[in-house]
């Protein structure tokens, strides 16, 4: 299998992003097409000692950054290291693309450089969420600000198709509807719609579902527009980041405490990890005709190696092809 | 100082509500009139030994629940304690009204039995949030789920009034716009519009905020639709909670993680109390004409007395006077 790498895209770029792919390539091997500056990635190979294995190097000097409005990937950065690998994906020269740079340009450029699946009216960016039980999908979690019905339908359909098959291993994923109540009357048109059409589906529909709830694991898949979905998904790193401020200050207050916090330090490590994005990698950008998956800006090596390891799980479980069969019966 | 409390409102009616207002009057030195079934009340003042000084009742023996819809406040339920107690105040039998009964009752009992302020076109449901720096104020946070640009710029100086008078102490709240990105080009046309109309207004106005930002303390008041309000809301209280539930099972993880917990006992305690939205007592519904305190379903004793502190502060920084003058001003 081989992953096409945007290895400029993303705040760590390229030295994290070269280092994950690495890891990647040695731990899953995969073979790699690295995108950007040539000169610049051979560099890094150098000083690292990396061999070039199962490595190609597409040459890219441009960047779109995340200070760069998000068309311009099709116009003044059509070359970028992002448009590039895109393109690459496109004409079958990977499996899959995986990117840490501008969400904004990674949809602009996989909705027009990769197309959409015949049927889908939107992609949607499918954030993969710890929870106190298991990860869960939240789509759409910011890349359609205004939705309609017909939209989070197909969310839905999407996000139960890459969960039942990469997560849960063909068991039927559980979708709910981001809401702020649990009784079919609430919210707006947009939810009474919806829920009316999840409701007469074959998905396996547990109704809606409030906020409070998420962080529990209430669903496999949580259906929302792009902007509460946006605001549901932060609001939990927020208050993630909050607490474990709060935590660390407590666990080192003091020398008695420090003592303290020594009888539960493994304990805190593996809370930590439950809880980072890195563990989950990347979420998919659904509803394109290949796998193209966003890591978290900020993604160091860790966090982009398990971002490939997000995409060759959706490229094994074939979740581009069943999304298409599923639109397809449905049209 | 005379406050209404609805006394069969909540989860833990009456006896948690009653010792709640006792406490509130014994610490603070208010006047109560008690709404509810008036032999029940008077049977659980005898098992308590609570002195009948400054406390009047009103007998309502019916009671609005959260499965009764809304609008039954004025039909069915014309006479259930909470729609007696709005009554009351807004024939001046009182200075505020607390009920911890159900939201949607309040914000229409509220709307029709005491009516808007002139010029205001929705009331909106303000809730206190804890954050790392100081109590912050969302609003709209779930009274109304479609917004206009207008509602949400009357959310912004109404919040602003609040904070502004009772948390600052005169100091000029911040202000800032829920939004997927800081940048001024982000969200929807709700967004678009409403940001216009911030910027060129005379409140201190931050910008858009990012969910992320939020539990931080970005600002004192955030203004949102009512949809995405209450994901905020309700999304930082599902993620404590799943924290708090992860901490715990640290601590008490085994003998050496419990006596490591010892060491920082009372630190944890601060932490809880910090996050404890029952320190803040309840969520101000502004745009109405007289002090309407919406406390927590769940309210025991403790945060029924805080929500008459609420209550009785909003009376002395003579919110409602202050929103009517700024709302007329702008018409």
Redesign the interface.
């Known amino acids: 299998m081989k992953i096409i790498v945007d290895a400029y895209g993303g705040d760590n770029a390229p030295a994290e992003i070269v280092k994950g792919a690495m890891d990647a390539r040695n731990e899953y091997g995969c073979e790699l097409v690295l995108c950007g500056n040539e000169g610049e990635i051979r560099r890094l190979f150098e000083e690292n000692a990396f061999s070039f294995d199962g490595v190609e190097i597409v040459d890219a000097p441009d960047v779109i950054s995340m200070n760069d409005i998000p068309k311009s990937i099709l116009r003044e950065h059509k070359d970028c290291s992002m448009a590039k690998g895109l393109r690459l994906l496109a004409e079958g020269g990977g499996d899959a693309f995986v990117s840490a740079g501008s969400t904004g340009a990674l949809i602009m450029g996989a909705t027009f450089l990769l197309k959409r699946i015949k049927g889908v009216s939107r992609p949607a960016l499918a954030a993969v969420i710890p ?2 039980k298991k990860p869960m999908m939240l789509l759409d979690s ?1 890349a359609n ?2 939705c309609r019905p017909e939209m989070l339908f197909q969310f839905a359909q999407m996000g139960s198709i890459y969960m039942t098959e990469v997560m849960n291993h063909g068991r039927a994923a559980t979708v709910g509807l ?1 809401n ?1 109540g649990t009784e079919e009357h609430k ?3 947009l939810q009474h719609e919806t829920y009316a059409l999840l409701k007469d589906s074959d998905l396996n529909f547990i109704g809606n579902v ?7 694991g209430i669903a496999d898949v949580i259906v ?1 527009d ?3 979905g ?14 474990m ?3 660390k200050g ?2 080192y ?2 020398l ?2 420090k ?6 330090k493994s ?2 490590g593996g ?1 930590k990890k ?2 980072s994005t890195a563990e989950y990698g990347g979420a998919p950008l659904l509803g394109v005709t290949a796998p193209v998956i966003k890591a978290h800006g900020n993604s160091k090596a860790y966090a982009l190696k398990n971002a490939i390891r997000v995409a060759m799980e959706t490229v094994n479980a074939d979740v581009v092809g069943k999304i298409t069969a599923s639109v397809q019966k449905e049209a």
Do not use: C, Q, Y
Request: proline letters at 2%; aromatic letters at 6%.
């Open positions: 929870t106190a910011g600000v205004d981001l702020v919210g707006g048109e409030e906020a409070r709830d998420v962080p529990g929302a792009g902007f509460s946006n605001v549901l998904l932060k609001s939990m790193e927020g208050t993630v980041d909050m607490l401020g709060f935590l407590i666990l207050a003091s008695i405490t003592l303290g916090a020594l009888t539960m304990r805190f809370l439950k809880l």
